[in-house]
Each structure stands twice: as structure tokens, then as C-alpha cells.
């Protein structure tokens, strides 16, 4: 079970030791060799292979697998081997007598080209003693390939890294023309294990046998490879290559104190293979961070990984903590004063500390100013919306008129406390409104009713001066005409009417009055000139039409018409309003239709004079087509184009963003007519104000292709039988074309049999020629059809008769009626 668990946390189970699993290797040391023979393909063109330290086999696998087939391989080991396919296993000793007997008896007179070599003594004593045997070994083994290898062949083995490195690398280089050291990548990294590949057997005549000694020839080394003169070599090589020494060679240890004392250590951990608990380090040993599995890691360095090592290391920062603790134990308390500061703070320090607090107030404060101001915005938001959705009415709701007030624009009266609302101001929840305003915000609202102030009184003063032009253009065209006593009496209207425009124009709680009462009313006006109101209003306008029949003429405030054509910018229906309801009332010529269209700019300013006329005259009315006209428009069916735009607009309302943008232009801050806007203002709104849609011409021909297309297309059914049709041409099709295929095939068949049969298969399918009908004249008795002078063919009913008797007979008797000849 230790064993197991000590080979879980070396992790050998690693991808070649799954991967031979998979490829029925029986040792991971297989894939080393594979490795070493795709490096220097020693295996190809080998005929014999000696495979020393063999056990359980997978290098024998290896050899046989790339080894030419028939080729001879010996393995031997201490452990018997499972027979591997065309191979001979030896349970031997290496090192003794009998096995280079029982190898000479397998190989017989064969010379091996490969001799290869993987023992591992038995481990475990000391590191030093471990790497002695590994290197005794290795020299046993080279004993036998010197004996058995042919000339140029290859000896392959494996080396460990210590003392005793160089001393075989010299021997390697004496006995062999190339000798190379390497790691192959299914060894691994911890593992001081090296494979040297020695190449060209040089087959000296004679050994010296000192060399091959074990013990003579690692003394010997180590006191100087210089003595060692056996093969009168006398440039000796130095090799260099290989691992350095001093790096992962020996086995090293470090005490756990050195690690934590240490300001280098890391280069602890590195350096050495394992942590040792001294007397110093043992107080950390009571610690309950120092687990078992800290222990264990110290135990063997070399096998931990990136995890085990942070754990190490945060191990060792809590130690150093731990340490200082014990040395110091008040330490921590005298830290604390020094962290409660409690020294007079100086006032300029609190000076400051002060302001920040103040700042941060201000800050919080203005936070939920914002914060307030953007819930009314929503509130706000919301209610349009609502009206929108026709949720709620204007007007029905006190808190919608709160919320109103607070948005709209506020009027010089509201201010001055000049009319009646005003005074109203001080004790209404308009006047808790007003003082939520700062000092800097009152005397911008005065500024800006000064401004208004003046701005009224110049558009004031801009009515007055249309006025006069008027009325002196009247007297110019009264003198030139006769006066007859409607024409006076319509002058002393408007008289009238100016003098009481010019009286308004003074009063401004007045007129105030009077624009708010309008204001509300076009409101109203707006939300009922909606399309789900249409039918009411039409009900309503047709009660009314029937009362003023006789006059066929109705008059309506001007203002509402007003809000009529604004309520067209709100509502995106009434864009498809009948086109013939436009050229209706344009020729009617009393009741033009909102500006839907850029067509109407140049009839506007014709439009606003008469406006202008009607404000001078102190009318505030106009005219307006007849209710019934209005009433009859909006039964008719919606025409063509109307459709079409509709359809148009339609397809702003299939994506989010464009139906939100449309919904978007249809509303601006004065939507729902503000109270207490300046006259100018209004006037200018009203003027300009017109529904901006979207729709573009392209858009509109686009949608009217697509309707084209959808009405040229055949009715479901007709398409249907059509396509069942096609479907059964096609499988009669496809099945002629298999008989074809199949004649085709018939070698019994000559080409031309083959052609006819195919025509007669096709013959009838083409749908496209006209059948030629045999044209029959039957003759009736002797009289000749038609009186034609060409060729003609008699067809009698009993000459027809007897033929085909005939013909039925010959048969019979097997003869050939001859065809009769055409009568003349
Ligand atoms: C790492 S294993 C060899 C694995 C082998 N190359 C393979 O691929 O299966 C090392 C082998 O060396 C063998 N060994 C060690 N000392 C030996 C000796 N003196 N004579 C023969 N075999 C020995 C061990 O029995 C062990 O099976």
C-alpha cells in the first residue's frame, strides 16, 4: 500500500505509462527506446539485438517490433521474462560467468549489431552507493557488448548522472567511434537517469581487462584518467556534454530552519532534494498550519509541484509571523497606539475636515435634487404614456396637473402675482412649488419674465402695425368700390373687434384668462381628435351637421382647427388620412387638411395671412368644411396609396428602436399645448408644426412592388394543382430514366435496338409539341369530300370492314396483305 502511494506522489502515472497500457507495452520504458531509435535508428537494419536488464520486456516489444523480421533477440534479466513474440529470454545475472555462457549458447556463433542496456540495481541503500552500482552495471554490461557486439555496432544504455558519469563516458569514447548522450522525452525530468548512445564498435584485437574493472577504473578516474593508458590513446577528449555537475546529481539537504531563516529561500527549495527538521525549527512543528502534508513535502523536493511549492511558501511567511510572536509577545499592543492616533488635531485640520463634510453634504444633497427631478421626468414620461394608451384622460387626474405644472412653462402672471392665478400662488401647492427654487433660480425666472415682457409687448406692437396696413388697405379698396352697407358693417366689426383686441392687449389677466381657457380646450380637442374617438366625434359632428344644414357652413373656434392639425403630429394614423379626402377638400377650398405634406408650404403663408386676418379681426374663428363632408370622407374605404403608407409605417413599428424613434417624434414639449405660451410663440408653433414622418418615397414604391407581386401571384389552390402536377412529370421522369439506364446496360440489345427503345420510352412525354390529329374524311356513299383536286384518302365503312377481314385472314395464313391503293 506505501509502495503504491509513494508511486502516486512521484507521479508515475504519467501519459506513457497510459499510453503503453493502451499500446500493449509492457513498461513505459518502452517508449524510451522508441524514442532513442527514431533519434539514431539503430533497430532498422539490425539482424541480432542483445537486450541486457530486460525484465518485464518492453524494450524486447520494441526491438522485435522495429527490428527486421526473423532477426534474433536475447534478452536477460534477474526476473524471468514473459516470452515475447521471436525473442529468447535469459534469467540471469549479468555480472556473472553463466550468463555470458547461456547468452553465448543463445546467440551461438551470432554477433549482435545492438546491445542494449536498462538495469537499475536494486535502490534504496544511499544515494551515493545507488549511483556506484547504476555505474558498476553499466561497466558489466559494456563487458558483454565488447564480447558479443559486432564490429560498428551499437551499444545503448542507460547512465545516472554522478560521480562515475565521466569515468564511463571515457571508457565509451575508448571502445566506440561516436558516443552521445541524451534524455529522452518519456524519461523523466526528476529522474538523474541519462541514456548514452555509443555508436561504431571499434572491436579492438585486445582489452585491457583493467578497463572493464569496475573498481580500477572509477579509482582510477577519479584519481586522473590520464594514468589509464590501456589503449595508448593520448589526446583524451574531454566531453562536455551532458548535464552539469552539481545539478541534480547529488542528493542534497537543507534544514528547515535554513529555509526559513533564509532571505534566499527559494534557491533552498531548489537547491536541495529534501527539508530537514532540526532542533530549531522544531518549535513550528506545534503549529497547526505545519499539516502532515507540509511534512511530506519537505520529505522529497524534487516531486513537488507549482502547488505543493506556494503552499510551502505561504507555510513559511505564517512561520516568520509565528516566530516574531514568540520573540516579541507585545508586540501587537504596541502597535496600537500608533494606529489610534489621539493627538490634538490643529484647526486647520478641522477646518477642512469640515468643508469635506459640508462638500459631501452638498454633494448628497444635490444627489437628490437630480434624483427627484428625474422621478418627475418619469412621472411625467409615464403619464404621456398613458395617454398614449389611452389610460387615462387629461385632466381627470389632480396629481396629473400637479405634475403639469411643475414641467410647464412658467408665465410671467404666475410670477408677478398680475392676475388672478398669481395671487392664488401664495397659498396653493403651486406656492410650496415655488419655493423649492434657490435664490439664483428666482432671479433667473425674473430675467426671463422681463424678457417675455418685452417680447410681448413687440409682438404686440407687430399686430398692431399688420393692423393698420389692413386698414388702410380696406379704405383704399373702399374708396375704389361702392360701399354697400355689409361691407360698413363688417368694418365696424372689425372696428369693434380691434378696439377690444387692443383692450385684451392691456388686460393681460384677460387675455391670460382667455389663452388658458383655449388652451385647455385645444387640449381637449387633441385628445378627442384621436381615430378611437372619430366615430364618436363623427356622431357627435353629425348631429350638429344636421342642425346646420341649411347653412352648409359650420364655424368652429380657429384654435381647435389648430390643435386639429397638431393632434396629426401626435397620432401617426392620421397620416393615412384618404388621399381622396385631400383632393376633396382642396377642391371644396374651405378646409384644408393638416400639413401633412411639403405640397402645403406654399399655400401656408396664403394660409397664416387669412390667420392673421381672422386674429385682427378679432374672430378667432374660421372656416371649416361641412361636418357631413367630413363625416362622408371617413366612411370611404381607405384607397390604394393610403394602404400603402399605412403598410409603410408599419414596418417602423416592427423594430424597437424604429417604432420608439417614431414614437419619439411625435411628441415635443408642446404636445399638449402648454398653458400660458406666448402669443408669438403659438402663432409661430402653429405655423410650423407639421407631423414628420419617416416614410420616404422609396419606401412607399418598395411596399407598392411588393403588393403588385403579392396580387400577381395565383391563387393557393391553382399553385397547388401546378405543383402536383410538376411532381408527377418528375417521378414519371426519373422512372423512364431508369428503364433507359436499364436498356442501356442490356448487352443483349444491339445500339440501335437499344436507341429505339429509349425514343419509345421518351415518345409522348414532350408536352410541349402539339399532337398532329389525323384528319379523317368519311365519304358518304360515292359523293367526294370537299371537291379538293389533291390526294385524299377514301374511308368507307364497310370497305373498312371487309379490309380488316381480310387482313384478320392472311394472318391466319400467313400472308402479307398487300396496302390497298387510294381511290382517284
Ligand atoms: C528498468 S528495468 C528494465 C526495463 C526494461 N528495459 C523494459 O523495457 O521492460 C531494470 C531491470 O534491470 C534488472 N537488473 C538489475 N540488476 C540486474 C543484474 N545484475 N542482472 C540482470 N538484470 C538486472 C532488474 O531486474 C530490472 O528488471
Avoid at 24 to 43: D, E, H, M, P, V
Amino acid at each position: 500500500m506505501g509502495q503504491k502511494k509513494k508511486k502516486l506522489a512521484k507521479g508515475r502515472l504519467d501519459k506513457f505509462y497510459y499510453l503503453a497500457k493502451e499500446q500493449g507495452y509492457r513498461s513505459r520504458a518502452a517508449f524510451k527506446l522508441i524514442q532513442l531509435n527514431k533519434k539514431y535508428n539503430f533497430l532498422g537494419n539490425a539482424k541480432a539485438c542483445l537486450d541486457l536488464c530486460a525484465a518485464p520486456g518492453g524494450w524486447m516489444q520494441v526491438a522485435s517490433k522495429y527490428m527486421p523480421v526473423q532477426s534474433l533477440i536475447v534478452g536477460v534479466d534477474l526476473d524471468p521474462i514473459r516470452q515475447v513474440r521471436n525473442c529468447i529470454s535469459i534469467a540471469d545475472d549479468i555480472t556473472t560467468q553463466h550468463c555470458r555462457a547461456e547468452i553465448r549458447k543463445a546467440l551461438k556463433t551470432w554477433k549482435v549489431d545492438v546491445c542494449l542496456h536498462d538495469g537499475a540495481p536494486n535502490m534504496g541503500t544511499s544515494w551515493v552507493q545507488d549511483a556506484y552500482q547504476q555505474a558498476e552495471l553499466t561497466l558489466h554490461a559494456l563487458k558483454l557488448a565488447t564480447e558479443f557486439l559486432t564490429t560498428g555496432g551499437w551499444f545503448v544504455t542507460k547512465v545516472f548522472r554522478g560521480p562515475d558519469y565521466n569515468s564511463l563516458i571515457y571508457i565509451f569514447n575508448k571502445l566506440f567511434k561516436k558516443v552521445e548522450s541524451t534524455k529522452p522525452q518519456a524519461s523523466r525530468n526528476v529522474s538523474a537517469e541519462i541514456f548514452v548512445v555509443c555508436q561504431g564498435f571499434i572491436n579492438p584485437k585486445k582489452i585491457d581487462p583493467k578497463l572493464l574493472d569496475p573498481k580500477y577504473v572509477f579509482k582510477e578516474i577519479q584519481e586522473g584518467p590520464k594514468k589509464v593508458d590501456i589503449l595508448s590513446d593520448k589526446k583524451a577528449k574531454r566531453n562536455r556534454q551532458g548535464y552539469e555537475d552539481g545539478v541534480n546529481v547529488l542528493f542534497k539537504k537543507a534544514f528547515v530552519s535554513d529555509f526559513i531563516n533564509s532571505t534566499e529561500h527559494l534557491r533552498v527549495l531548489s537547491a536541495n532534494n529534501q527539508l530537514e527538521w532540526d532542533e530549531q525549527s522544531k518549535i513550528y512543528l506545534e503549529h497547526p498550519e505545519t499539516t502532515t502534508e507540509i511534512k511530506e513535502c519537505f520529505k522529497d523536493l524534487k516531486v513537488l509541484g507549482k502547488f505543493d511549492f506556494s503552499k510551502i511558501i505561504k507555510w513559511r511567511k505564517e512561520m516568520i509571523q509565528y516566530k516574531e510572536k514568540l520573540e516579541n509577545p507585545n508586540a501587537g499592543d504596541e502597535l496600537k497606539p500608533e494606529v489610534e492616533d489621539d493627538t490634538p488635531k490643529t484647526l486647520e485640520e478641522m477646518d477642512r475636515e469640515l468643508d469635506e463634510q459640508i462638500k459631501q453634504l452638498m454633494e448628497n444633497v444635490e444627489k437628490k435634487k437630480r434624483k427627484e427631478k428625474k422621478k418627475a421626468n418619469e412621472k411625467k414620461r409615464d403619464l404621456q404614456k398613458r395617454i398614449e394608451l389611452q389610460m387615462h384622460i387629461p385632466g381627470d387626474s389632480i396629481q396629473e396637473s400637479a405634475d403639469v405644472d411643475l414641467f410647464t412653462v412658467r408665465g410671467k402672471n404666475q410670477i408677478l402675482n398680475l392676475d388672478a392665478e398669481a395671487t392664488i400662488l401664495t397659498d396653493s401647492e403651486d406656492d410650496e412649488n415655488y419655493e423649492e427654487y434657490s435664490d439664483d433660480e428666482e432671479a433667473n425666472f425674473d430675467k426671463d419674465e422681463f424678457m417675455e415682457q418685452q417680447i410681448d409687448k413687440q409682438y404686440n406692437d407687430y399686430l398692431v402695425r399688420i393692423k393698420n396696413r389692413r386698414a388702410k388697405e380696406v379704405e383704399k379698396v373702399s374708396k375704389n368700390k361702392v360701399a354697400n352697407d355689409e361691407d360698413m358693417e363688417d368694418d365696424n366689426q372689425d372696428d369693434q373687434q380691434m378696439e377690444d383686441d387692443d383692450d385684451e392687449g392691456d388686460n393681460e389677466i384677460y387675455k391670460s384668462g382667455k389663452r388658458k381657457a383655449a388652451s385647455i380646450e385645444a387640449t381637449t380637442n387633441l385628445w378627442f381628435d384621436q381615430d378611437l374617438f372619430g366615430s364618436v366625434q363623427n356622431d357627435e359632428e353629425n348631429d350638429d351637421d344636421e342642425d346646420n344644414q341649411e347653412d352648409q357652413k359650420v364655424i368652429q373656434p380657429k384654435k381647435k382647427l389648430k390643435l386639429q392639425n397638431q393632434s396629426t403630429t401626435t397620432t401617426t394614423t392620421t397620416t393615412t388620412s384618404s388621399k381622396k379626402n385631400n383632393k376633396k377638400e382642396k377642391s371644396n377650398g374651405k378646409y384644408q387638411t393638416p400639413p401633412t405634406s411639403m405640397d402645403l408650404d406654399n399655400e401656408e403663408d396664403e394660409k397664416d395671412e387669412n390667420n392673421y386676418d381672422n386674429i385682427l379681426n378679432g374672430n378667432n374663428f374660421e372656416e371649416v368644411p361641412l361636418e357631413k363632408d367630413i363625416e362622408m370622407e371617413s366612411d370611404d374605404s381607405e384607397d390604394e396609396d393610403d394602404k400603402i403608407k399605412t403598410l409603410a409605417l408599419g414596418q417602423f413599428l416592427l423594430r424597437k428602436k424604429t417604432r420608439e424613434e417614431m414614437y419619439d417624434n411625435t411628441f415635443n414639449r408642446y404636445s399638449f399645448a402648454d398653458q400660458e405660451l406666448p402669443l408669438w410663440f403659438t402663432d409661430d408653433e402653429n405655423r410650423h408644426n407639421k407631423p414628420q414622418t419617416p416614410l420616404t418615397k422609396e419606401m412607399v414604391n418598395e411596399i407598392r412592388q411588393r403588393i403588385k407581386e403579392i396580387d400577381s401571384r395565383p391563387i393557393k389552390k391553382i399553385a397547388e394543382a401546378k405543383a402536383r402536377k410538376k411532381y408527377r412529370a418528375t417521378k414519371k421522369m426519373e422512372k423512364i430514366r431508369d428503364k433507359a439506364n436499364s436498356v442501356v446496360d442490356n448487352p443483349e440489345m444491339s445500339n440501335r435496338e437499344k436507341a429505339r427503345a429509349i425514343e419509345k420510352m421518351y415518345k409522348g412525354q414532350d408536352k410541349t409539341k402539339t399532337k398532329n390529329k389525323k384528319i379523317v374524311v368519311i365519304a358518304k356513299k360515292s359523293k367526294t369530300a370537299g371537291g379538293g383536286s389533291g390526294k385524299y384518302k377514301m374511308v368507307d365503312k364497310r370497305q373498312k370492314k371487309e379490309l380488316r377481314s381480310q387482313k384478320a385472314k392472311d394472318k391466319r395464313a400467313g400472308i402479307k396483305t398487300p396496302k390497298p391503293k387510294p381511290r382517284k
